[in-house]
């Protein structure tokens, strides 16, 4: 990794490109300190701590701790994320979608102004329910149309900026803005949370109590990041031959290549979808005041709870886990279905002359690869579920309350992976230029 980053600052145009992500990171971490106008932010830390579930803990994680101080970044690009997933999940029930989704680049900009417009859209929804159901009760020092409406538009305006600064990392920087915008949010919470873990297990103890469980929270982030880098780059290689033809007077084809297939074909997206989908329902029943334990109510809050589950005075509340094993399997499969076509991979390797051995061109090859996807999905969506579980037992067994964890852990090293691989295809990229140019 560090080797990657030395060869890339030796190149002019990387260096920029990196000098400008760094740059719009530090954008994205002094908009998150700025305080959103004619708010007591005291009010909304005080709320924020007497929060029990862990859908706001979320939340904030992935806004870097901007929701928790009711900065002008509180909404972060939640909103985004949660675009994301709609027009995604309405490319299978409107067919103009669907056709925009496999119309080349073309229809890609074109979901992108979409999932913008959306963005935008949800932005204001979340800033106006905020402003007024939270400046009643006294978030605003003033509770007027005036206050109401200023942030509101902080809000959104913020929101938007974000998604903005990650679409010009994209573009001019390295590696995917938003991903990276993420990344940098949850990174920003983790040394509050290992001051936390240090005060809760390890300050105050003996040298063998607190030695040991040094030991086993290091363990446990250790095994978590080593199980997802091994998810994240393990891939199942199809093999497929090209026939020999005649082209003019030359002879061509006859070459073999591959397929590759990583086993964990949908990425962090499905935990990212079945974690805002079960958020979404505890952060409105906080709003309207149920509180864990308190009824059907209360007992369906604690099941959504990732904090709850796998609590030994608590086992009901762990049926929340199961609901959660199902939509991460549910996302992986759904995802990669968006994501990739057997059918046309079949058709464009029939076209060509291409087929994989043992293997008859057409239909066969079609039911060959759904087999071969289905089994990597279901085993990538096992391997997530697990990285993710690890961190939750621990919170729920040894009571080890984080902002990060498995989720968390995904992000940040999926996104440095994949960052330092855009680098590495650009740097040789440029090397193959080099030697063109000679």
């Known amino acids: 990794m560090f080797q990657t980053l030395r060869n890339a600052f030796k190149i002019k145009d990387l ?41 706001f803990n979320f939340f904030s994680a992935f806004t870097g701790g901007s929701f928790e101080q009711m900065s002008i970044f509180a909404l972060n690009i939640t909103p985004y994320i949660t675009s994301s997933i709609i027009i995604q999940l309405l490319t299978i029930a409107i067919p103009k979608l669907e056709e925009m989704q496999r119309d080349g680049e073309d229809g890609r900009k074109k979901i992108t102004a979409i999932t913008r417009y959306v963005t935008v859209g949800l932005a204001l929804i979340e800033a106006t329910a905020m402003a007024i159901g939270f400046g009643r009760q006294g978030l605003i020092e003033e509770f007027n149309a005036l206050n109401v409406i200023t942030v509101v538009v902080a809000l959104t305006a913020g929101s938007a900026f974000l998604m903005w ?43 063998a109590k607190g030695g040991l469980a040094a030991l086993i929270i290091l363990a446990v982030i250790l ?63 906080t709003f309207a005041g149920v509180s864990v334990g308190s ?7 604690g099941m959504l709870s990732q904090n709850n589950w796998f609590s030994p005075s608590k086992p009901i509340y762990s ?18 279905s968006i994501t990739f076509n057997p059918i046309e ?36 969506a096992i391997g997530l579920l697990i990285v993710v ?50």
């Open 15 to 55: 260096r920029s490109k990196i000098f400008f992500t760094f740059m719009m990171l530090i954008v994205v971490r002094l908009g998150s300190q700025l305080p959103v106008p004619g708010v007591d932010r005291s009010f909304f830390s005080e709320w924020f701590a007497q929060q029990s579930g862990d859908a």
């Open 165 to 207: 600064v990650g679409e010009r990392i994209t573009e001019k920087g390295v590696g995917n803005g938003i991903s990276i915008v993420l990344m940098i949010n949850i990174l920003s919470r983790v040394p509050s949370d290992l001051v936390s873990l240090y005060e809760d297990f390890i300050k105050g103890k003996n040298i």
């Open 223 to 285: 095994l978590t990041i080593v199980l997802v880098i091994l998810l994240n780059d393990a891939t199942r290689k199809i093999p497929v031959q090209y026939a020999k033809k005649m082209q003019g007077r030359k002879m061509v084809g006859g070459q073999s290549t591959c397929i590759p297939l990583k086993v964990n074909t949908a990425g962090v997206i499905p935990v990212i979808f079945a974690s805002s989908l079960m958020s979404m329902p505890s952060m409105i029943m």
């Open 295 to 301: 009824g059907v109510g209360g007992t369906i809050l």
């Open 319 to 336: 049926i929340g886990y199961i609901l959660y094993a199902v939509l991460i399997i549910f996302f992986a499969y759904f995802y990669t």
């Open 345 to 380: 991979v079949a058709d464009n390797m029939k076209k060509q002359g291409g087929f994989i051995p043992g293997i008859r061109p057409g239909k066969p090859t079609q039911d060959y690869l759904n087999k071969i996807l289905n089994s990597l999905i279901f085993i990538g």
């Open 389 to 438: 579980t690890i961190p939750i037992f621990f919170n729920g067994v040894f009571g080890a309350y984080v902002s990060f964890g498995g989720t968390s852990i995904i992000i940040i090293v999926g996104v440095i992976l994949e960052t330092l691989k855009q680098i590495e295809s650009q740097m040789l990229v440029r090397n193959y230029k080099g030697f063109l140019n000679d």
